[in-house]
């Protein structure tokens, strides 16, 4: 979900009364300053918040022993299960289970830079070098296939297909050949905390699991994939359905899961078995030792990892502390209770206080951009009982255009994200790779904005102060809706009728409660809107798709579509089309891609105003912390994070 905002901006920790050898309840005082909208008195206010804390003496204080090496992390929420197969979709509860989920498995592969590179696996396969290979196999009537618009099809009469030749056909009923993806994956010498060793076998097992009914896994990949088999102890071999060209195929390896534990369990039986919702064996760098519900997760290093060798995991002890609010998780951090505090329990609000606890060195923040961004959605095509009811206001880019120079985005990031905000120009945030040095960019001048306003014939033509359409005479009164009960759509929301009202448009903010925002045939995606503000996510892979023609949502795919723009641009459609059947990484890949971006950028059938920001803190004694924008998790390198102890 979004990035939370609290009204904390500000609080100050005192810390009293600690003594060693015991536990205790240390009173702290909190100065809070509560920051209102400009207009309003900014109040202090001081509470008492209790926090548990231990200070225990250490052992080579005692016995001369070094002490093990331990780093607390601190969650705001307790996950309910550690299974594999059993994550929720999105939130806290997602992310800390996740974070969880670094401590045990080896992933395969990761995502960090807006790339992919290899984890568990010895290398991420490729065409180039061999380990994926593009085979010709003969398809016949009835037979299961990916047509020339990906498609998963039963192949008959009239059927399009992508002959192997590259060339577009229509099956007329004789065997033709189609090309087939067969790409082998290596895993590293791996090993489970009992001492087995993870197989290829292991990995199959996996799939298996994932492709049962009952389990809860995206079925996605696997209604594409042909066969998953082992070819040794190491290597298993994926192999797409005839016809599939996957631009990702070196993402199609199953998480392993030890079968030789697992085995005798059903799909059903796993979802509730405590050998994976509490203490699955580990692959990866931790395991855990225990699990005290609502209070924490401790775990030690596993003397079984692969890569214990080369030192790691550099810890001895790991735990997941679960602690009540993003107030208290702030206080266990300046108190040196908790190492790490990571997205899903720190907000943006609290900034300011982490900034100063900074300046003093008793904290290191990491800001960095979300895949989450608010953008504003011009109803440009709108559905046919509504465009008959109005003008058409936004058909043209250049009025567009206009609009996005009337709108003061920087003052948006800045009030959102409390001042560490920048303007977003695309569908990806502002650092990504990919954006070309040339690409259109519309800012705040309101100048300009009403200098192409006048010269496409919207003035005020009857003194009431605002624009008239220069044929109708009907007045440029539009309304701008947001989601009900949203501090964060109300406050862009008022900004946007501030600034447009500078280049005389008349916008009406029109709250709506989500269920009828976003319901299939709602305002939203049933194109019955003038202007629209709301938050969106993309993906490591530009979701240029969400723009295309055929994603407009209408009757014909009942209202599923994500254009609820209503834009086509024969174009962009190319381009996008073009980037999703290129490899991923590949040139001609970034040329379609960059090439999406020029042409959304000029014609700006949305106007994105920022992506958000995701908060971390360490306490300094924290060594190798790399948080990234395309890798979800902060805790993805568990294995070589490290504390640097006091003298």
């Known amino acids: 979900m979004l990035a939370k905002h609290s009204s904390f901006l500000w609080l100050f920790l005192l810390l009293t009364g600690l003594t ?50 331990q780093l607390t992390v601190c969650l705001v929420t307790e996950p309910q299960s550690l299974y594999w197969y059993d994550a929720p979709p999105f939130g806290a509860a997602a992310h800390s289970q996740t974070a969880i989920l670094h401590a045990i498995y080896e992933n395969p592969f990761t995502s960090r830079q807006y790339s992919y590179q290899p984890q568990g696996l010895q290398k991420l396969p490729s065409l180039a070098d061999g380990d994926a290979v ?105 192999r797409g359905l005839p016809g599939w060209l996957d631009p990702l195929y070196f993402t199609n390896v199953w998480m392993p899961l030890p079968a030789h534990q697992l085995a005798g369990l059903t799909a059903a039986d796993l979802l509730l078995a405590p050998e994976t919702t509490r203490t699955p064996l580990s692959s990866g760098p931790f395991v855990i030792t225990e699990w005290l519900p609502g209070q924490q997760i401790k775990l030690i290093r596993n003397e079984h990892y692969y890569r214990r060798d080369e030192g790691f995991p550099r810890l001895d002890q790991l735990t997941f502390r679960f602690v009540g609010s993003s107030d208290q998780l702030l206080a266990l951090l300046l108190a040196g209770e908790c190492h790490i505090g990571t997205q899903d329990g720190l907000d943006l609000p609290q900034a300011s206080t982490i900034q100063d606890a900074a300046a003093r060195e008793l904290l290191i923040p990491y800001f960095t951009p979300s895949m989450v961004f608010e953008h504003l959605d011009f109803g440009i095509n709108s559905a046919a009982d509504y465009a008959s009811k109005r003008p058409d206001w936004f058909e043209s880019s250049q009025i567009r255009q206009a609009i996005a120079h009337c709108t003061d985005r920087t003052t948006m990031a800045e009030v959102i994200l409390y001042g560490l905000g920048q303007v977003s120009h695309l569908f990806v945030p502002p650092d990504h790779p990919l954006i070309p040095d040339d690409i259109a960019q519309w800012p705040y001048d309101v100048a300009a904005a009403n200098a192409i306003l006048e010269e496409l014939g919207y003035r005020d033509y009857n003194g009431d102060g605002f624009r008239q359409h220069p044929r109708s005479g009907r007045t440029f009164r539009v309304t701008l809706g947001i ?28 709250p709506h409660s989500p269920a009828e925002w976003f319901a299939p045939q709602g305002p939203l995606f049933g194109r019955r809107f003038d202007l629209a503000i709301f938050p969106w996510i993309t993906d490591l892979t530009p979701a240029c798709v969400f723009y295309t023609t055929a994603a407009i949502p209408d009757e014909n795919n009942n209202w599923q579509g994500n254009n609820q723009t209503g834009w086509s641009n024969p174009a962009f459609d190319t381009a996008c089309t073009q980037a999703r059947q290129q490899y991923w990484g590949s040139d001609p890949y970034a040329a379609a891609i960059q090439e999406t971006f020029h042409l959304f950028a000029q014609d700006i059938p949305s106007l994105p105003l920022f992506h958000y920001l995701r908060l971390a803190v360490t306490h300094p004694s924290v060594r190798h912390f790399q948080p990234d924008t395309t890798q979800p998790s902060e805790l993805w390198n568990l294995y070589e994070l490290d504390r640097l102890e006091s003298p």
């Not at 590293?188 to 060793?197: A, F, H, I, N």
């Open 20 to 69: 060693a050898c015991t536990q205790e309840l240390s009173t702290e005082i909190v100065t809070v300053m509560v920051t209102r909208p400009p207009t309003e008195i900014t109040r202090l206010v001081t509470e008492r918040v209790t926090v548990p804390v231990t200070i225990t003496p250490s052992p080579d204080a005692v016995s001369g022993t070094p002490a093990p090496k």
């Open 483 to 510: 989601s009900r009960n949203n501090p964060t759509q109300q406050r862009l929301g008022e900004l946007l009728v501030s600034n447009l009202a500078k280049c005389g448009l008349d916008v009406q903010l029109t």
């Open 134 to 238: 593009l085979v010709p196999v003969i398809v016949s009537a009835g037979a299961l296939a990916v047509d020339s618009q990906n498609r998963i099809v039963t192949v008959q009469t009239g059927t399009r297909l992508r002959h192997a030749n590259g060339q577009e056909i229509i099956f007329n009923g004789e065997a033709v050949p189609l090309l087939q993806m067969q790409v082998q994956f290596t895993f590293r010498p791996l090993v489970w905390s009992d001492g087995q060793p993870v197989t290829a076998q292991d990995s199959v097992f996996s799939y298996k699991v994932a492709r049962d009914p009952n389990t809860p896994a995206d079925k996605r990949k696997i209604s594409y994939t042909a066969s998953y088999l082992a070819l040794n102890d190491h290597t298993v071999e994926w």
